[in-house]
């Protein structure tokens, strides 16, 4: 385990139950961040990427969501099992999160001024005077690009781009040591996308903020992480360093099908080579490898059993391509 963790989640599984079925969102997700790092957790739509940020925050849908099994420690305390009053001294003070669609994560009727400042008033440990306050509103846009003049204009006043500049102000205000991004750059164009990456990155530097970077594009992951974990069905099956991920030569079939997807500047390649077929029902639980009916390389031992992970050096593969009995990754 890294010296100085600042998160740890261990087995970690949730499902959503409604009356009609059960679905199994999660199934015993486990990986540390150390201070100051950042971790790519990718995979595609559905994995379970969002509904494990969710869980950190502790945000899950009250009715439907459940933690079934796990811990989830940060900086000494288990997260799942605080008290909602407690919790709400810990998310966006010292955990913080960019949401998917600034267009929605943003309330209409207020300036961003006021909702920057809404953050540091819930959280105002310090007793700061309401001049302070506004001070400091002043100093989070200037950091994102934005001039402090526009802080009284609303949402709807600001392109998609600056939105998401808004979003990121407010959740970096009180200076979290633990900052979630969830697809922070889906709905912008590829220009914009690029600024507000270095915007994160400089940020993440200069606040010495731990990080975990939500999203399907490895390019993303490629620039702004330090590790990497890839996430299929609610599993990770493959985490590394971004080293171990890009450079590395054993991979799970998965992730080189991901790889595989990616078109290429420097190889003429006259088709791209999609992941056949489907991710599985996440309302079934089958035995063995769920990726087992999309892998090319499927054996018997595949349908029958769930892999252990495959250790090499800080590279775990859970695949029973790399045979070995031992712990789960991440762990």
């Known amino acids: 385990m890294k010296e100085d963790v600042i998160l740890a989640v261990k087995d970690l599984s949730v499902i959503y139950q409604t009356d009609l079925e059960t679905v199994y969102a999660v199934n015993g997700v486990s990986f540390t961040l150390g201070r100051g790092?950042?971790?790519?957790?990718?995979?595609?739509?559905?994995?379970?990427k969002t509904t494990l940020a969710l869980t950190m925050m502790q945000l899950l849908p009250e009715r439907t969501g459940k933690v079934t099994g796990g811990e989830i420690w940060f900086e000494g305390e288990d997260l799942t099992s605080l008290s909602e009053q407690k919790m709400r001294t810990i998310r966006g003070n010292k955990v913080a999160m960019i949401f998917q669609d600034p267009m929605t994560s943003l309330n209409p009727v207020l300036t961003v001024g006021e909702q920057i400042a809404e953050a540091l008033l819930v959280h105002n440990e310090s007793g700061w005077t309401k001049e302070k306050i506004?001070?400091?509103?002043?100093?989070?846009?200037?950091?994102?690009?934005?001039?402090?003049?526009?802080?009284?204009?609303?949402?709807?006043?600001?392109?998609?781009?600056m939105k998401q500049?808004?979003?990121?102000?407010?959740?970096?205000?009180?200076?979290p040591d633990l900052l979630i991004a969830d697809e922070p750059t889906t709905a912008l164009d590829v220009t914009i996308q690029a600024q507000v990456l270095l915007m994160i990155r400089e940020l993440r530097d200069r606040l010495g903020t731990s990080m975990i970077m939500i999203t399907?594009?490895?390019?993303?992951?490629?620039?702004?992480c330090d590790n990497v974990a890839v996430?299929?069905?609610?599993?990770?099956?493959?985490?590394g360093t971004a080293e171990d991920i890009f450079n590395g030569k054993n991979h799970h079939p998965y992730?080189?099908?991901l790889f595989g997807s990616i078109p290429r500047l420097n190889t003429k390649v006259k088709r791209l080579t999609p992941i056949d077929g489907l991710m599985p029902d996440p309302t079934v639980r089958e035995p063995g490898c769920k990726f087992a009916p999309r892998c090319s390389k499927c054996m018997d031992i595949c349908r029958e059993k769930s892999p252990e992970a495959h250790y090499e050096g800080t590279h775990a593969i859970r695949c029973h391509l790399f045979h070995q009995t031992g712990q789960q990754v991440g762990g």
């Open 231 to 239: 996430m299929y069905a609610g599993e990770i099956i493959e985490i």
């Open 216 to 224: 399907h594009d490895l390019g993303i992951v490629a620039q702004t």
């Open 165 to 175: 500049r808004v979003v990121i102000a407010m959740a970096l205000s009180c200076e």
């Open 37 to 48: 790092e950042s971790l790519g957790l990718v995979g595609e739509t559905g994995a379970g």
């Open 134 to 161: 506004e001070q400091r509103v002043d100093e989070t846009l200037n950091m994102v690009g934005i001039p402090p003049a526009r802080k009284n204009e609303y949402p709807h006043q600001f392109s998609g781009g």
């Open 255 to 257: 992730t080189e099908g």
